[in-house]
């Protein structure tokens, strides 16, 4: 197996797992992720990145800006990424997972769209690695039913009980960070890129890590405690300037055709003030467009509003339309060829990154049987 470097870590106190991050934990939360970014540019081969999401529909701009600028970037810069489809979680909230083939098609022709290259980056699909989810056998018995409670996200679903009607929720759900556990330990992947807001969902995975190694191999940890690389990811807003989400139907997807690229941002919300000013919390719909536009310009968002300052809003549309549009074609053209190369062109990346995530898998669990002296 790839050694990976365990990283020191300061050992997590329960109020981080409750969710509870102190102003100064947060603090030191960044110091650390910037240390780690200098030791990336430094040194990209002790690390190992996993992350991912749930095959749930094809991905817009929000995922694009917030999330897969920053993987095709370490991947740019030599981190090993694995990249995880986690078709299980689909049916962690719903009864049917609906198109899952369909839609695992969209998400990997985004991921090449957007600039992973498949031969750099593993990318597999949950259902395909077995091993990985046996994992979560030892994994649920190291953490308490109350732990999982005060997970942020199992905590929301469960103050979410009206939207979900009668239903109540899954265990699927409530054990879902154990899961995530799994995700990121069977291939002892060190770093988790996250937003600050998500940094207690990394809590248990750390916990298990260390949990298991004080248990079952003291003398040498053989899970690392996985560290946050944090993102500062503005929250990209859809044209009706609430959260742009698949399910809102308010974005931009990224296969949008250039015409659909026009249209969202003629019809984006703006406001009555001419001067084009960057103050998100006052103005957040003109600091999306801003957002938006110095993303794809290689600017900010400060600079930007310099720029078009008193011109005023039109100006701005045009100004983000053209970025946005320019910026787009060069993935649309990526998808296009991939597509049309045929569905045996995205079966035999996902069979690749399947076999490469079971090979591994097969030899974590084939560790951790030994080490929890299950080898007859
Ligand atoms: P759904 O409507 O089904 O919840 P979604 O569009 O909100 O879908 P998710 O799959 O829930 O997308 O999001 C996955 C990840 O993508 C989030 O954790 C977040 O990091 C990022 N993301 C999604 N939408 C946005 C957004 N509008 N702005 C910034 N980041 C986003
Ligand atoms: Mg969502």
Redesign the pocket.
């Known amino acids: 197996m790839r050694k990976v470097r365990a990283l020191s870590t300061e050992p997590a106190t329960s109020a981080a797992i409750d969710g509870v991050y102190s102003t100064e934990s947060v603090r030191a939360a960044w110091r650390r992720s910037a240390a780690l970014e200098q030791q990336i540019a430094a040194d990209p081969t002790p690390f190992r990145v996993l992350t991912g999401?749930?095959p749930?529909?094809a991905l817009?701009?929000?995922?694009l800006?917030?999330?897969l600028a920053n993987r095709v970037r370490l991947q740019a810069q030599g981190v090993e990424i694995f990249l995880i489809v986690a078709d299980y979680q689909v049916i962690t909230d719903r009864d049917v997972a609906g198109d899952l083939s369909g839609v695992v098609r969209e998400v990997l022709l985004d991921y090449l769209a957007a600039g992973i290259d498949p031969e750099a980056t593993t990318i597999f699909t949950h259902s395909a690695v077995p091993a990985l989810n046996q994992l979560m056998l030892p994994f649920l018995s190291l953490v308490t039913v109350a732990e999982l409670e005060r997970n942020p996200t199992v905590k929301a679903e469960t103050a979410d009980a009206e939207r979900r009607g009668r239903r109540g929720m899954s265990g699927l759900m409530f054990t879902y960070p154990v899961h995530q556990a799994a995700d990121i330990l069977f291939c002892r992947a060190n770093l988790v890129p996250v937003?600050q807001d998500?940094l207690p969902h990394l809590e248990i995975s750390r916990a298990i890590a260390r949990r298991f190694n004080s248990r079952y191999s003291p003398d040498r940890p053989y899970f690392p405690e996985p560290d946050a690389l944090i993102v500062s990811?503005?929250?990209?807003?859809?044209n009706d300037g609430a959260?742009?989400?698949?399910?809102?139907g308010n974005?931009l997807e990224i296969r949008a055709t250039e015409e659909e690229t026009v249209r969202f941002v003629k019809r984006a919300k703006t406001d009555s003030e001419r001067h084009i000013t960057y103050e998100p919390d006052r103005r957040p719909e003109i600091a999306n467009l801003l957002t938006i536009g110095a993303h794809f310009a290689g600017t900010t968002p400060e600079a930007l509003a310099e720029e078009v300052g008193a011109a005023g809003a039109g100006r701005l549309k045009q100004v983000v339309t053209e970025a946005l549009v320019e910026g787009l074609r060069p993935m649309r053209e990526r998808r296009a060829e991939a597509a049309a190369q045929g569905p045996e062109y995205l079966q035999a990346i996902l069979a690749r990154g399947n076999q490469r995530a079971r090979d591994i898998a097969d030899r974590t669990l084939d560790d951790v049987r030994d080490l929890m002296g299950m080898t007859y």
């Open positions: 999401e749930r749930t529909g817009h701009l929000g995922h800006i917030a999330t937003g998500q990811t503005p929250t990209i807003l859809g959260k742009m989400s698949k399910s809102a974005g």
